[in-house]
């Protein structure tokens, strides 16, 4: 059984960047066929996709983020992560990593719990 | 980007009733539609994916069916366990977008 586990600070100030590790375990990363996702709702709102990443390195990021975003894979802890520079209150909102097939079909099968991150000074 | 628009925004429902949630994409995304369930300070659960296939481990009450521009997820039967947001998720075209959800109360 796959698990995915978020970590990383759950306050950040204006203007500095929010860094967030997913741990995954039951399955390797490196797996072929699979994405790993991060997603985030902000509170009492709807689910807005960030981007995902291939064990190879490969990123597919929403273009509504992609200046301020880096994901970025570490095989050998079986981990990726994410990194959002220049924060600002709208980026308050809980933080979910996520799985999803290759091949044509994007589903979110396994999600991480989640992790609220409050930018504040 | 694609607009995902879900109606109605909540919805209230006895036990055993048939409840019917739809979702209306901006444009044609085929069968690219997901439909998941969230219970509060919960992740969200996949429960359809492709429009109308329903993942494993999934009861049989929950459906759904469209194409195109127009979706409908059903459950047969609701169950007090169904208490939950639903939220709708399509792939045809980057980013991928989800709905703003239908919250289903029992009545």
């Known amino acids: 059984q796959v698990q995915l586990q978020e970590s990383g600070p759950g306050l950040v100030k204006p203007s500095q960047t929010l860094s967030l590790t997913c741990t995954v375990s039951g399955g390797s990363i490196s797996s072929a066929g699979y994405y790993w996702s991060w997603i985030r709702q902000h509170p009492g709102k709807g689910l807005e996709w960030i981007g995902f990443i291939y064990y190879s390195g490969s990123t597919y990021y929403n273009p509504s983020l992609k200046s301020r975003l880096t994901i970025s894979v570490d095989t050998s802890k079986n981990q990726f992560s994410l990194k959002l520079t220049s924060v600002t209150a709208a980026d308050t909102a809980v933080y979910y990593c996520a799985r999803n097939p290759t091949g044509g079909l994007v589903y979110f099968d396994y999600w991480g719990q989640g992790t609220l991150v409050t930018v504040s000074s | 980007d694609i607009q995902m628009t879900q109606s109605p925004s909540s919805l209230s429902a006895s036990v055993g009733d048939r409840v019917t949630i739809t979702c209306q994409a901006s444009q044609d995304i085929s069968n690219y539609l997901n439909w998941y369930q969230q219970k509060p300070g919960k992740a969200p659960k996949l429960l359809i994916y492709g429009a109308s296939d329903l993942e494993t481990g999934v009861p049989s009450r929950f459906s759904g069916s469209g194409s195109g521009t127009d979706f409908t997820f059903t459950i047969s039967s609701l169950q007090p366990e169904d208490i939950a947001t639903y939220f709708c998720?399509?792939?045809?075209?980057?980013?991928?977008?989800f709905g703003q959800g239908t919250r289903l109360e029992i009545k």
């Open positions: 998720q399509q792939y045809e075209h980057f980013p991928i977008t």
